[in-house]
Nanobody, 126 residues
């Protein structure tokens, strides 16, 4: 089973940028999709993006389209989430999750992802 660890979170001012990393160990990420999810304080978890590791199909939540970019580096078994023009509404714990297969049009169903990282916290504040 693949093991995931997120990194790159921190405190950033509104309008700033952060780049999150999700690094895998254990099984290969070939033919695996990686979902990014986030959970704001006091709210439920929501999907942010899904990237198919092999063919790079990528989906984004409407709330982050045009601001966030998911990418991958196969040689490092790492998936990235570049987050630009951050706002206070982007504050939360960010998680990556893995599931065999490709990103389907409905990609943000948490129960479909068996492997999760522990999360990294992003705080957008003055």
């Amino acid at each position: 089973q693949v093991r995931l660890v997120e990194s790159g979170g921190g405190l950033v001012r509104p309008g700033g940028s952060l780049k999150l990393s999700c690094t895998a160990s254990g099984d290969t990420l070939d033919y695996t999709r990686i979902g990014w999810f986030r959970q704001a304080p006091g709210k439920g978890r929501e999907g942010v993006s899904c990237i198919s590791y092999t063919d790079s199909t990528i989906y984004y939540a409407d709330s982050v389209k045009g601001r966030f970019t998911a990418s991958r580096d196969a040689s490092k078994k790492t998936v990235y989430l570049q987050m630009n023009r951050l706002t206070a509404e982007d504050t939360g714990d960010y998680f990556c999750a893995a599931e065999p297969g490709f990103c389907p049009p409905i990609w943000d169903l948490e129960h479909e992802y068996p492997s999760w990282g522990p999360g990294t916290r992003v705080t957008v504040s003055d």
